[in-house]
C-alpha cells in the first residue's frame, strides 16, 4: 500500500524554484521522510531525507509540516538537468519496514 | 572511486530460460539490495543481503533467489522467467542494513520474449 500521495506531473520554468509537494497522513513517529529522484535511463539518486526539522544539503531543502503530515522538496534554481521522477518515501530505519517502497513519484520537466 | 556497477546492461532471454545478474557494490559499502523496475512504475524490492544471507525479502517468488559474496559483489539469479520478469533490475549498495543512504546502479535491462 502506498504511503505517500504525490502529484503525477509538474512542469518549473528553467532558474525557478521546484517545490514538490508529498502527503504522508498515516506517518509513524519513527518514520523518515525521504527523496529520491531517477533520472531517465539511470538508477536512482539519493537527494535528502529528515524526521521532523527542515533540512537542508547542496542539492535541496526538505521542509516538513508540524503534524509530519506533509512535506515539500524544493530545488533552489531548477535547471534541465533536474528533470527527472521525483519519489517521496517514507520509512523506519530499523525492522521490517525499513526497505525503502518507492511508489509512482512525480515527473518534473523543466522548461527552457 | 566507482559506484556500483551492474553487468550486463542489456539482456535478452526466452521464455523458461534462466538468468544471472551481477552487482559489485559502491567502494566500502557492505549491504546490496536488488530492485525490480517494471516500465512506468517505481522500484520494487526483492531482497537484500548482509554478511552473505538474505536479510529481508519483498513479494517475490522462489524463482528469483540470490548470492552474496565475501567481497560484497552480489548476484541476482531468476529461474523459468515469464514474459513478466521484463524489467530493469537496480542494484543498490549501502553500509549496513539501516539503509540510510541507498546508493543505485544504472540497471541490467532483462527482455523476456
Known amino acids: 500500500d502506498a504511503k505517500t500521495t504525490q502529484p503525477t506531473s509538474m512542469d518549473c520554468a528553467e532558474g525557478r524554484a521546484a517545490n514538490l509537494p508529498c502527503n504522508h497522513s498515516?506517518?509513524?513517529?519513527?518514520?523518515?521522510v525521504y527523496w529520491y529522484r531517477q533520472i531517465h535511463s539511470q538508477g536512482p539518486q539519493y537527494i535528502i531525507h529528515?524526521?521532523?526539522n527542515n533540512e537542508t544539503n547542496e542539492m535541496a531543502s526538505l521542509i516538513i509540516t508540524e503534524d509530519r503530515k506533509s512535506s515539500t522538496l524544493i530545488l533552489p534554481h531548477a535547471t534541465l538537468r533536474d528533470t527527472a521522477v521525483y519519489y517521496c518515501?517514507?520509512?523506519?530505519?530499523?525492522?521490517?519496514?525499513?526497505?525503502?517502497?518507492f511508489g509512482s513519484g512525480t515527473q518534473l520537466t523543466v522548461l527552457p | 572511486d566507482a559506484g556500483v556497477t551492474q553487468s550486463p546492461t542489456h539482456l535478452i532471454k526466452t521464455r523458461g530460460q534462466q538468468v544471472t545478474l551481477r552487482c559489485s557494490p559502491k567502494s566500502g559499502h557492505d549491504t546490496v539490495s536488488w530492485y525490480q523496475q517494471a516500465l512506468g512504475q517505481g522500484p520494487q524490492f526483492i531482497f537484500q543481503y548482509y554478511e552473505e544471507e538474505e536479510r529481508q525479502r519483498g513479494n517475490f517468488p522462489d524463482r528469483f533467489s540470490g548470492h552474496q559474496f565475501p567481497n560484497y559483489s552480489s548476484e541476482l539469479n531468476v529461474n523459468a522467467l515469464l514474459l513478466g520478469d521484463s524489467a530493469l533490475y537496480l542494484c543498490?549498495?549501502?553500509?549496513?542494513?539501516?539503509?540510510?543512504?541507498?546508493?543505485f546502479g544504472s540497471g541490467t535491462q532483462l527482455s523476456v520474449l
Open positions: 498515516t506517518i509513524s513517529g519513527n518514520e523518515y
Open positions: 529528515g524526521l521532523k
Open positions: 518515501i517514507v520509512r523506519a530505519l530499523s525492522g521490517s519496514a525499513r526497505q525503502l517502497t
Open positions: 543498490a549498495s549501502s553500509l549496513g542494513t539501516a539503509n540510510e543512504k541507498l546508493f
